[in-house]
C-alpha cells in the first residue's frame, strides 16, 4: 500500500527530491501570503512551481511569455484559466482532503480538471495536447492540504496498489475522473492510518504534500 512504510518512504524522498522541497515549501509560504489565489499576484508562484516540477517543456520559451500575463503566452493563457474555474472553485482552496465531501464535490473538481487540463488552440500545454500533470499540479498548489499531484509515478502507484486503472507508461491514461478516484483513495487512506498520525509523519507539510511524497516513493519503489 502507498502508506506502508511511510517514514522510510518520506525520508528518502527527501533525500533524493530536495530540489522539489526547496521550491514547494517557498510556494507554500507565498501562498499564505495570498487571499486571492486566482489572481495576477500569486501567478508567478504557480509558474514558477510547474517549471521545477518538470514542466516547463510544456511551457513554451522565454520567460516574459511563462510570467507576463500581459504577453500572449503561457502567463496570459493560465490567467484565464483561473479565472474561468475561480467562480466554482474558490470555496475549495481551504478544505482538507481528509474533510472534503468528494461526492458533493466532484463536479466542481472535474469541470476545474477538465478546464486546466484540455488541449487546442488555448491549451496551456504550448504544443496545444492535453496538459493532465499539469492539471493536477495546478490544482495542488492552489490547495496543498487537498489535491493531489498525480504523475506517472503516482499513477504508477494507485495502480499497482489500488487496482486505477492506469498504464504503466509515460502516458498512463489521465482523466477527470480516475483523478478523483485516486482523492477518495488518498482519503480513505488517510483517515484509516489516522489523521493525526498520519500529519505527524512530517510535521508543517501540507497533507497532499505528505501524501504526494509516500505515492512518488512508491511509484518509484523506494525504498
Known amino acids: ?24 515549501d517557498a510556494v507554500y509560504k507565498a501562498r499564505s501570503k495570498y487571499n486571492d489565489l486566482f ?16 514542466l516547463g517543456r510544456m511551457m513554451g520559451k522565454g520567460d516574459e511569455r511563462r ?11 493560465l490567467r484565464e484559466k483561473l479565472k474561468g474555474i475561480r467562480p466554482s472553485f474558490q470555496h475549495l482552496t481551504t478544505v482538507r482532503l481528509c474533510d472534503v465531501n468528494l461526492l458533493e464535490e466532484q463536479d466542481n473538481i472535474i469541470t476545474a480538471y477538465r478546464y486546466l487540463a484540455a488541449g487546442g488552440n488555448d491549451s496551456l500545454n504550448q504544443t496545444g495536447d492535453g496538459f493532465h500533470v499539469g492539471a493536477t499540479k ?6 496543498p492540504e487537498l489535491f493531489l499531484i498525480v504523475d506517472s509515478n503516482a499513477a504508477r502507484a494507485f495502480r499497482m496498489t489500488h487496482n486505477i486503472n492506469y498504464q504503466n ?4 491514461g489521465y482523466s477527470a475522473e480516475k483523478y478523483i478516484k485516486c482523492l477518495e483513495l488518498a ?7 489516522g489523521i493525526t ?10 497533507m497532499a504534500r505528505i501524501y504526494d511524497k509516500l505515492s512518488f516513493a512508491t511509484g518509484s519503489n523506494w525504498p
Open 39 to 54: 489572481d495576477t499576484h500569486y501567478l508567478p508562484f504557480l509558474v514558477a512551481a510547474l517549471i521545477a516540477f518538470d
Open 197 to 206: 498520525a498520519f500529519c505527524s509523519l512530517e510535521d508543517d507539510t501540507p
Open 187 to 193: 482519503k480513505a487512506d488517510i483517515n484509516k492510518f
Open 138 to 143: 495546478l490544482l495542488h498548489f492552489i490547495n
Open 1 to 24: 500500500m502507498i502508506l506502508d512504510n511511510a517514514q522510510e518512504k518520506i525520508y528518502r524522498y527527501n533525500q533524493l527530491c530536495v530540489h522539489y522541497n526547496l521550491v514547494a
Open 169 to 172: 507508461t509515460t502516458q498512463p
Open 67 to 77: 510570467y507576463d500575463p500581459e504577453m500572449n503566452g503561457f502567463a496570459q493563457q
